[in-house]
């Protein structure tokens, strides 16, 4: 099933694209509009419910597609497509909760908050009333912490005959020094907020509710998401090192780490979007994909390679994505299949959007 066109563009033209800004440079009201678009679909009945009884309400159908389609979208070459098309999703979801339909999926920069500390636990994305709420209360532990919240620990046997399909590079390569919480989100307005989702791939009904959970790591944001690391990924030649080193090394899994620790719920390669940030962290994703695409366009609206099996960049598994490639997000009714050709221009086919300023 084709994706319908986005409401601006009736035709195949894209006049008038919305606009995707920086959390900070939204209006007040437009930041207490978006997170009450969030809030509402919060209570909306899910698409994906008949297919994934667990589901609860619109938000999680996100949720839910990403959670069962995580081993075939990260590490993997339609990594940036597949982000580009749940995030377009999620959009049109926000508007009908409400969201200004001039605005797209707000992003955070997280490069604005490398430069101390201070800057990044003062963040407004973290905001309690204009943002997304803050850190968890510190529950000490590491790596090898029974209460680990479903990690695949980097010390599982060698030769388990799973490895290949077990995502162990996604974990933090070792224990995070400067983790700061661990606890559930407890302040901002998705204070309490909780799934029964997780941890990772677990779908399976539980009694009692996860909280989504934070744990600061400010050093896992500063050594891979700094100005100098987005430049470094920006003068990378082709796509297949490109997505490589942002999707496994650099600024990909430093807003996950960042914001996620160790115990935090971004930190789940699965279940990290049941914290409503994701969708401004993946929002940047595929900002810094466009900035890199936009320094050579011609060529790289065509550029598509990187793995159909994941972490398989020598090809040993499988072959490599192409333009056509099928893309799908959503379970049951919300499913929307494109190719991958469709999903390399953002103001193109059934894209229209733009960002208010580029890497
Ligand atoms: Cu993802």
New binding site residues.
Partial sequence: MAAPPPPQSPSKTCARPYVRKEWRHLADEQRHQYIRAVQCMMTLPGTATSTLSIVRNRFEDFLAT?VKQ?DF??FVGIFYPY?RLLLAEYEKALWSCGWDRSLGQPFWDWTLDTGSKEAFLNSPIFDTTLGFGGNGAYIPGNLSHPELPGFVSSSAPAGDDSSHHRPMQTSPPNDIPDRSGGGCLADGPFAGLGTFFGPQSNVEPKAALRCVRRDFSFASLRERASPAQVAAAMALGRYGDFEFVTDSQSYHPAGHWGVGGLYGTMTDTYASPADPIFFLHHSNVDRAWWSWQTRDLARREKDMSGPLVMFDYANVLGGNATLDTPVWVGLGDGRVELKVKDLMHIQKGPLCYTYESLY
């Fill in positions: 990403h995580t979208v990260h982000h």
